[in-house]
């Protein structure tokens, strides 16, 4: 969807009339487990054909008022980002390539029909959510605040066509570990069902993805599993990613290998910038495709030493053992975290959280 010229914007902001109280939200960030607590205040910002962005405020989280008829509710124009913010241990507040999740938001805008929004829009309404809510960043090792930002289409019609009306929102979650089993490595369920095909939206970060995921995913769970893997659409071989994960594997020669983006695979933030970390390392790595059989070969061979996922929930996940419906299994190495996954891991991590040097620029310090 073409966009007009935009005029920068100025924030309203909206007193909040009952903030958190401060004992009720210390109980919360003493455990806030993943995305089922929130902060006080969201960032909202209109959309209407003719007019462009306008009216943005940032105010109190509260409920969304929407007309039965509107188009996201019947044809699903909806998109998301994830991004996290840090507390650094000179008291500043940062965040880790936000502009990249900025230029995926409007890449996945274009597929969807969707307004793109200015990078510097995006980024100015995080900034501004996490400068209020500051005080929601979790203080124990690990914790962070998760962001949410996301766009729906609000115009009240029914007919297929892309909406004239959207809202873009921006809401945060105080956020420790993704996972809750607490495991040394996750284990994955291969599923018969397939998350997206050639050509359609397997790039876009939209929630129709997702909840074609949500059967496989409660397969996995069911299973004992904590992930779901996907295979391609068209062979049903090739190793493609998780739920909402890409995938690596490291292998004894001391190379790195991750499935090609070819327009069936989210493009990871943490994927590109495990990629560019490696690299660095001096370790070869190849965006290659990997097929299950290939997997499974190379890990009884030993020729595999480990394989994780990653993203901006999970950061870098070991991957210890892989199942699948015909009933066989293999574990990856030891089961456990490698050698190669920790040492990328830690890196990342040091960076994000101001620990290490930042030659790339990726961390963007807001208060």
Known sequence: MATIAEAPLSFASLP??????????????????FGTQFTDHMVVIEWTEGQGWHDATLGPRGPIALDPAASVLHYAQEIFEGLKAYAHADGSVALFRPEANAQRFNASAQRLAMPELPEELF?????????????????????????????????????????KQYKFIVIASPAGNY?????????????DYTRAAPGGTGAAKCGGNYAASLVPTAEAFARGHDQVLFLDAAEHKWVEELGGMNLFFGFEDGSLLTPPLAGTILPGITRASLIQLAREEGLTVREERYS????????????????????????V???GKVASPDGSSFTIGSGGPGQTTAKLKDRLVAIQRGQAPDPHGWVVKIA
């Open 123 to 163: 980024v100015e309404a995080v900034k501004r959510l996490v400068l209020a809510d500051r005080e929601w960043i979790p203080a124990q090792e690990g914790a962070s605040l998760y962001l949410r930002p996301f766009m729906i289409a609000t115009e009240a019609f029914l007919g297929v066509r892309a909406a």
């Open 292 to 315: 299950i059989d290939q997997w499974r070969e190379d890990a009884a061979s030993g020729r595999l030493l480990e394989t994780f996922a990653c993203g901006t929930a999970a950061v």
């Open 16 to 33: 909040h009339p009952a903030p958190t109280p401060a004992d009720v939200r210390a109980s919360i960030l003493a455990n806030p487990g």
């Open 317 to 319: 996940t070991p991957v």
């Open 179 to 191: 996972f809750k089993s607490g495991a040394p490595a996750v284990s994955i369920w291969v599923s």
